[in-house]
């Protein structure tokens, strides 16, 4: 086999690059998000020293999160692209 050959045959993949300051703009984002997922977390693991309307908020508020990423997911095309989008 030729190396024309080799090339005309194989499969480039495209990636999406965001513009410089819309990445920071969700790398803020994406940190605010996780501090309030790990306040949520800690609150969920005090559940019996907090009134049961903070623990709700909690759960709600993982629950809308994982909601979004299940969308981003499926959007995507699945855990290996929302990784390769997300880590580059």
């Given at each position: ?30 940190a ?30 993982l ?26």
């Open positions: 086999m030729r190396m024309g050959d080799a090339s005309s045959k194989s499969t480039v993949a495209w990636k999406d690059i965001p513009p410089p300051r819309g990445r920071v703009f969700v790398s803020c984002l994406d605010i998000v996780s501090f309030f997922v790990l306040a949520a977390i800690v609150n969920l693991a005090s559940f019996r020293s907090v009134p049961l309307i903070s623990t709700l908020a909690a759960i709600a508020w629950l809308l999160v994982g909601v979004f990423i299940h969308a981003t997911l499926h959007s995507e095309g699945g855990i290996r692209q929302f990784a390769v989008n997300r880590l580059g």
